[in-house]
Each structure stands twice: as C-alpha cells, then as structure tokens.
C-alpha cells in the first residue's frame, strides 16, 4: 500500500539520517552543497545537521497544532557537547528505540490533530465527500503544515507521495481525515522534520546557507523553534539574500514575545537544567527537595535572567549581583521567605517578584537553588562541584577531571569530629599532590557558597563551627558569597564565555578558529559597548555576515572543538 | 541532620519583607516583640499510655467477633444464625455479604433496627474505660473529684479528659505508647490532612521565649491545605494565608512563663472536616504551650467539646469501623454518652459535652492575612541559623 510505503520511506530516510549522523554529516551535507568561491576559507564553519531537542520539538508542535496538543512518549536523551546541548544536537542520531518513540508520539500527534475537538481548527478545506479521497483538499493541508513541520515548501515529489498515501488510506479505512491523519504521523517521523539540515548554496561572496536553512538557524537561535510564515516567505522570496532583510526579520524576532522562550532555551541549556532530570536528594536530609522543588527552582533562574536581561534590558554580569527575583510559595519554604499570595505583582500561579534587601546574604543566580542544588551532592554540598560548574559553565574553563584513584574517604565523611566543616576537610583532602592542583581551582569558589546547603538553604555553621566563606578566584579575594558574585560579575571570562557560548549555540557546532578571532576581537567590543546587553548580542550575531557563511568540507578550516574554551580562558 | 535556615526569619522581617510594600506596615512589630507562626501538624485527643499498664487494668475492649456473637445473641439471633454469620464475617470474600445483619442487630419493638442510625435499638454493651490516674489535660471544674486524673507533665490535679476515659481502651482509638500515635485517628489525619485546609496558630508580643506576661494566641484556618516533604512530614516554613472568616478566628491571652506558655479560657470554634469532626466547638477552653527548640510547636488544649460528633464521627461510617477498627458503636455511644460531664441539657439533665483533652502540634509556618494582607512572623529555631545578614 502506498500509504504504508510513504510511512516505511520516512522511516528508512531516519534511519538513513540517523546513520549520516553517526558517520558525519558532511557526506549528506557534501551532497547538497553548492560549490562556492569567493568567500575566504577562514571564514564560517561547516554546516550541520541537528537533531531537534526535547525542547524545540514541543516547541514546533505547539506553534504548529496548538498549546493543547499532549506529546506522549519518550524522548531520545539529548548529549552535550562543549557545554551544550544545542551542539550535542549536532553528533547525535536516532537508533531503533528512539525511532519507535518519535513513531509513538507522531501517532499520538496526529490522532490529537485529527480529533473532533481540533480538526475544524486545522484544515482549511472540506473534502467532497468524507468518505472518498480528496487531492485537492488533501494537497492544500500536507502542503500548509509540511512547509512549516519541514520548514522550507516540500518539494512536488514529497507532497505528491504524500497525498497518494493518505489517499491510499483513505480508500482503505474509508475516512478521508483518517488518511490525512496517516500521512502527517509519516511527516512527524520523516527526518526531514526531526533534524534541522542545513543546505548551502554558493554566491558571488562565497558559500553561504540557503534562504530555508538562514531562516531555521535564525528561528531556533532566537526563538527556539521553527520559521514562523513570515520567516519561511521572506526565505522564499529571497529577502534573507540581503544584510537589509535579515535585519528586518532579526528585528522583528527580537522585538516578538517568543523571544523569552528562545532566551529560556539557551539559558536552561547554558545553566545544564536538564541535569535536574537526574538530581536526587536524600530526603531525610533535605525533605523539603522535591521535583515541584527542582521544577521553581529552575523557573526562579530563568525568571531572574528573562527579566533583568528582557524586560529591563540589564547587563549581563549584573545577574550575578542582582538582588532582583522571582518567588514561589515553595522556593519561600526554602528561602524562609513569606510568600503571600496576594503580594503585589503576584501572578494567578503563585509567582511573585522579590527583591533581597541589601546585607541579606543571598544575591545573583550562583545563590539560587538552582545553582546550589544542581552542583551537590544528595547529602552533602560540595565546594568542589559548585567550583568546577562555574569554572566550566559560567566562564567556559575546563577543568580536569579527578584520577581514577582518588580517596574520597575524608571529604565523604561529614561527622568527623577533626574537621567539622567542608573546608576543613577539603584542606586535608587537599593535601594528597594529585588532587591539589585541581582543587585550587574549585574549591576557593565553592568555598563561598558553604552557607548554603545542599538545596540551597541558608546556614551560618556546620557541625556546631561557624563557616568561613571567604574565598578567591583567579586572584581576587572575596570574604563571601556576595564577594564571589562580585568577582564573577567583574571576571573578563564571565562575557567572553557569553558570547562564545551563545555562538555556538546559534550555530550549533563549537566555533571555528577564524570564528572564534572574530567573537573574541569585534564581537567582545560590540558587547561591551552595548553595556553586556543579551539582545544587542543576539542582533550582532544574528546579523553579522560570519553567521550563515559556511565552509565545506573541501574548503573549511578544521572546526575547533574547544573553541569555545581556548577563547576565554584568562 | 538538617540544618535549618528558617531561624533567619527575624532579620528578614526587617530586611527582605521590608522591600514588599504591602508588608512595610508590619516592620515597626519587629522592635522587641516577636511574632511566631506555626502550621499544625496534628490534633487529637491527648491519650497517656501508661507505661505501668494502668491505664486499663482489665484490658482493651473486644473484638467485633466477640462482641457480635454476644449481640447477636442478645438480640434474639438463633445460635445457628449466630455461627453462620460469624464464619461469613471471618471470611473475607464473604464478610461484606454480613453487613445487613451487624447494622440491623437492634431491635425496636422486636424489629431490627439499625444501631448506627440509632444505637439506643441495642442495650449497653458497657465499654471498658479507662481506670487509670493519670491522664493530659486541665482541671475544667475547678474540682479534684474522684476518678480525675493527674496531668504527667505538670502534675495538675484534678485533671477533666472523659474522652479519654471513653477512647482509652479501645484498641485502634488508643495510643499504645507514649510516642505513637492512635491507629484510626493517624489513618483519618494521613487521608484527610492534605486536602482539608490548614489550621493556624500564631503567637504575637513574645519579648521573651521565657517569660512573657501578655502574648496573644490566634488559632485560625488557613485558606491552603498543608503539604507534608519528601520525608512524609509536615513542610515547613510554607506561606498561609489565614481565612477572614471570623467563625474560624480564635484569640486568646497568654502568658510565658519559664518558657511554657498558658491561656486564658475562651472559647474555640474551628471547621473540621466532614469525614472527621465536621467542626469543633470547645467550651471553657484553654492551652498550655512549648516552643522546642528546633521551633516546632507542642500544645495541650483542654476543654469541653459536644460529645454527640465524636460518634458520629464513627458512627456515619457504621459497619466499617464497627467490624475492622474494633470500635463497638453502640456502646461507643453510650460510654460518651454516660461520660459526659457537663453543660446539662436543660429539661432531660442530659450532658450535652464531655471533657476532653488534645494533643496539637504544629511547625514553623509564614501566616499572613487576607483581610489586611498583613503578614506575620514566624520560625526561630536552628541552633546554627544565627543572625541573617550582616
């Protein structure tokens, strides 16, 4: 049957895909990719071909069906690579059990689609008659959604094999919905929809993505989701050939309220959120750790970044000062904060804005329980840990991990009546040779997050012994945890990791050595003159002609994987 | 062990609310005198387990089994029938099949009646009670009469808890320890407390957690229900907004005098919940009061209560408390009934109310009002919270 055969296509073309990606994607890239001359073979990175995350496939199907659509099933864990996800996106395939998922969940999808409750909403058109196929009606519909779930038109051959299979379909069920609903489950599964693949074309400047593929990377930088109308028809109409219509459309994303989810994206991917997924607590320590817990805790973050970096348009170091938040009646248990429901600026699920009051120990987003919780341990905090994830996330430095051998038993040991407080123990710990080196990176930093517990409540001691959070990093000595945000805020790395980071995860892929000279020199001073604001940023990067040049595989400059790192590190 | 951060909460009453405009007009409470809040955590009856088994010397009432046969038979139910239904009872697949016979075992004019609806259809059956001397709770009359017990904590004389002397024998209504907690009682709470709002208590004008000659003590219901952690406990900590509906607003006066505070006498009115107590009505109420360290909330409230609710509490569920919890309704009825030692009923010199005594235990709890939108103060604890802020 034709209908299965558009189904059993789609899948075969994933698994295909999904082969590309694991043998690398520049044999399919290579295929489609125009040669070019002109543009300078140090400028731009390859293309790639991404895998949609968790958060971008809900995304689409939400801006394409609708918020009420449930998505069932599992999804394919998403990798991280060089700090984040959106780059993971990029080496990572689908096997057989992720195959089944996405099966599972475009069958779901469609049923939904098709229901009687959303049907009317979705098709513009009306078939002759219900029971018989439909072309016409059926062209109109595949073609709509396939152009935004594909996010470039499909091409007469794909649309045309599709409405023969939900034609097929529609003769053998009977239903013309039932074989429409057939052939989009087939277009939820193809790989066209699950990756983002970038095709080039060549240009009198040089290679360069086409007009689809600009608008996909603009959309899932910015807003974290595909094209909307207007961006796939100024795709089409070659607007986005031109510097002035790419400005248009950047503009006119950055001014869109999807703009907060897209910033939301980079942040929770930046800040690892979905390490949450995985964090347990021991509840007869912290009973109040819960995943409504874990859940605010995020939304706390992400709250206080959207809201000092979008709304008022802050600085981007300021977020680790900031005495600006967001409370939940959940988050106030933790904080010992009373979080009355009816506070001004309260909204009707139970967030409200708050302000720390000046000598109050807690300031910036290192002293959220995010961040706290988040780089634990279930019974214990650790310096250790809170160290390496700001070294690692928040300035972009590696830092090594321990050798296999290493003997944990006296930091494990939180009764030991000769060291009473992690700094103690750290300081003995320390004092085995292959362990200090590391150890002075992390700990001085961690260090000042110790009046906080493994979930983020204040302490003032430990075991009966007063904390001592004073600290330093990279020289500059603090005497607490305020005094860390304050080093972070003022710490070169802290915007160089920024705008490397928020690089490649625009593009998906780590920055190229030319790229990387280019975030480092222009791009820094650009950012800086704009007084470290996110949506300048995103506009000079968005905008800048580095952005959609491409390099392949003949001509590129090899990409520089830890980019991102060698770029900042101070 | 936890280490809790909540004691910070007098420094950010200055601080951090201070920054909230809608509870600026509360900062100037924070000069010497405190306010605390609390969430309670449990209430209900404040039984003693002796530990030398005085408490009820001749044992714990019987089972359904026991007091089925011997009914049945009283009510004139053939021994055959008698045996057969017993076997039914014991077997669980068919033990539903015998509910008719265990509610319809009165009898009014020779007639089977339902005992639960009218537990009179059935002669007193004559509970055991409990014997001993000690016992939680105040002396309500004034008067150290015979039978009255003796308070374990302070020693009182002349303790008034007929409740008790009711419920202490039954054995899914009776503590089995001093720190357990009554089987039933602890099922109804662990079903109900999640989804019936919570109660609050507030303590206000504390200048010393010692010795305070005037604080004020407000119980009132919360507009949220209570949540418990990860550990099955009672979160604490969590912001409740007190219910302005005055029927649910009880203020009394107290003092603290080496750390215990104690009450005047007032009146409590407090909305239960239709599958417990449908609502609360003390009289002649009063409360004795410890703050722990940790900052949780321990109380003894004495009083009179309507003896008729703790039955019906039961007694509307009929067979199923009556043949699983061991409580033999009937006489449940009549033991409260014939306990009851106050406010007599005008023509049939009746009691209308018993004297009881509850445990109640709460923990650290932010309460504002909805009326005023004002907010209150809470917890201090945590040997290691120390001042907040600098």
């Known amino acids: 049957m034709a209908s299965k055969g558009v189904i059993l296509a789609g899948g075969v073309a994933l698994i295909v895909v999904a082969s590309a990606a694991i043998f690398g994607v520049q044999h399919i890239i290579g295929d489609r990719t125009e040669t070019s001359a002109g543009l300078a073979a140090s400028a731009g990175g390859p293309p790639v071909l ?44 689908v096997p057989a059990s992720g195959l089944e998922q996405y099966a599972k969940m ?127 028809t100024a795709a089409e109409k070659g607007e986005l050939d031109t510097q002035k219509g790419i400005e248009k459309q950047v503009d006119r994303m950055l001014s869109s309220p999807r703009l907060e989810a897209g910033a939301r994206a980079y942040f929770a991917d930046m800040l690892g959120f979905d390490g949450f997924d995985n964090l347990a607590k ?80 807690r300031s910036g987003i290192l002293m959220q329980v995010s961040f706290l919780a988040l780089h634990s341990h279930p019974g214990r905090t650790s310096p250790t840990l809170r160290g390496k994830a700001l070294r690692e996330t928040i300035l972009c430095q590696k830092v090594p991990d321990p050798p296999g051998n290493v003997n944990f038993n ?38 000042a997050l110790e009046n906080f517990d493994s979930i983020g409540t204040y302490r003032a001691g430990e075991n009966g012994t007063t904390i001592d959070a004073s600290g330093n990093i990279d020289g500059v000595k603090f005497s607490d945890a305020e005094g860390l945000g304050t080093a972070v805020h003022d710490h070169p790395a802290t915007t160089a990791c920024l705008v490397n980071r928020l690089y490649a995860y625009a593009v998906g892929r780590a920055p190229t050595k030319s790229e990387t000279e280019w975030l480092r020199g222009a791009l820094m001073k650009d950012f800086a003159a704009e007084g470290y604001r996110l949506q300048p940023l995103m506009r000079q990067i968005a905008t800048s002609d580095v952005f959609f040049r491409v390099v392949t595989p003949d001509t590129e400059s090899k990409p520089v994987r830890s980019a991102a790192l060698q770029g900042v590190e101070q | 062990m936890r280490e809790n951060g909540a004691a910070l909460w007098r420094g950010r009453l200055k601080a951090g609310l201070a ?155 009776k503590t089995h320890t001093l720190t357990d907690r009554p089987p039933l009682q602890l099922n109804y709470w662990n079903v109900l407390y999640e989804q019936m709002p919570a109660w609050l208590v507030e303590i206000s004008n504390i200048e010393d957690p010692q010795n305070s000659p005037d604080v004020t003590v407000t ?28 029927r649910w607003h009880n203020v009394v006066h107290g003092r603290i005098k080496d750390g215990v505070l104690t009450t005047d006498h007032f009146d409590m009115n407090m909305l239960g919940d239709p599958f417990w107590i449908q609502e609360f009505h003390f009289k002649e109420a009063r409360m004795r009061i410890n703050i722990a360290p940790d900052g949780s909330l321990k109380a003894i409230l004495g009083g009179y209560h309507p003896w008729f609710p703790f039955y019906w509490q039961y007694g509307s569920e009929g067979w199923g408390v009556d043949a699983t919890n061991n409580v033999d309704l009937p006489g449940f009825y009549y033991a409260l009934k014939n306990a009851a030692d106050a406010y007599p009923d005008p023509k049939t010199g009746q009691n209308t109310m018993i004297s009881s005594a509850w445990l109640m235990e709460a923990v650290p709890a932010f309460i504002t009002h909805a009326a005023d939108q004002r907010a209150e103060l809470t917890p201090a604890m945590s040997s290691e919270g120390g001042a907040r802020g600098k």
């Open chain 1, 50 to 93: 991404r895998r949609l995350t968790q958060a971008q496939y809900k995304h689409v199907i939400a801006d394409v069906f609708g918020p009420d659509i449930k998505i069932g099933g599992r999804f394919e864990p998403d990798i991280r690579d060089g700090g984040l996800i959106e780059v993971g996106a990029g080496k990572i395939s």
């Open chain 1, 106 to 232: 475009a069958r779901s999808i469609s049923a939904q689609v098709f229901d009687k409750q959303h049907r009317d909403s979705m098709i513009d058109c009306q078939p002759a008659s219900v029971g018989a196929p439909d072309d016409k009606c059926a062209t109109q519909f595949l073609g709509q959604v396939g152009r935004l779930l594909y996010r470039r038109p499909l091409t007469q051959v794909e649309l045309g094999a599709l409405v023969q299979g939900a034609g097929d379909a529609t003769k053998t069920v009977g239903n013309f919905y039932s074989g429409l609903e057939i052939a989009l489950t087939s277009m939820l599964q193809s790989p066209e929809f699950l990756f983002d693949w970038e095709v080039t074309k060549g240009g009198a400047a040089g290679t360069t993505l086409d007009g689809y593929s600009k608008a996909a990377r603009l959309s899932f930088f910015v807003w974290d989701t595909a094209p909307d109308e207007v961006l796939l």
């Open chain 1, 282 to 361: 021991d509840p007869a320590i912290y009973p109040k750790y819960s995943f409504g817990l874990a859940t605010d805790a995020q939304e706390q973050t992400l709250r206080t970044i959207t809201d000092h970096l979008l709304t008022r348009g802050g600085d981007y170091r300021d977020l680790f000062t900031t005495r600006n938040t967001f409370l939940s009646r959940q988050l106030g248990a933790v904080y010992g904060i009373p979080v009355p429901k009816d506070a001004p600026g309260a909204t009707p699920d139970g967030w409200q804005p708050y302000t720390f009051a000046a000598g109050d120990p």
């Open chain 1, 410 to 447: 006296i930091v494990q040991d939180t009764k030991n009546p000769l060291y009473k407080t992690v700094r103690q123990r750290l300081s003995a710990h320390a004092t085995q040779p292959t362990c200090v080196g590391c150890h002075k990176m992390m700990d001085p930093i961690g260090l």
């Open chain 2, 19 to 173: 920054a909230l405009t809608l509870l600026a007009s509360v900062a100037p409470c924070a000069t010497a005198a405190e306010t605390k809040g609390f969430v309670v955590s449990w209430f209900n009856v404040a039984e003693y387990a002796d530990p030398q088994n005085r408490d009820c010397p001749h044992g714990v009432n019987d089972g359904p089994e026991i007091y089925y046969r011997r009914e049945l038979k009283q009510s004139g139910l053939p021994q055959a029938q008698i045996d057969k239904y017993i076997n039914e009872f014991l077997d669980l697949s068919k033990a539903q099949q015998t509910i008719p016979v265990a509610q319809m075992r009165g009898r009014i004019n020779g007639k089977p009646a339902d005992v639960y609806a009218d537990p009179t259809s059935m002669p007193d059956p004559h509970l055991k009670l409990v014997e001993g001397p000690i016992g939680y709770g105040f002396d309500l009359d004034g008067k150290d009469k015979k039978g009255d017990f003796t308070d374990p904590e302070t020693g009182e004389k002349g303790v008034d808890n007929q409740l008790y002397r009711v419920i202490g024998c039954i054995n899914e209504l």
């Open chain 2, 219 to 246: 119980i009132t219901r919360a507009i949220e229900a209570p949540t418990k952690d990860s550990g099955g406990n009672v979160e604490t900590n969590l912001t409740f907004t007190s219910d302005p509906n005055p």
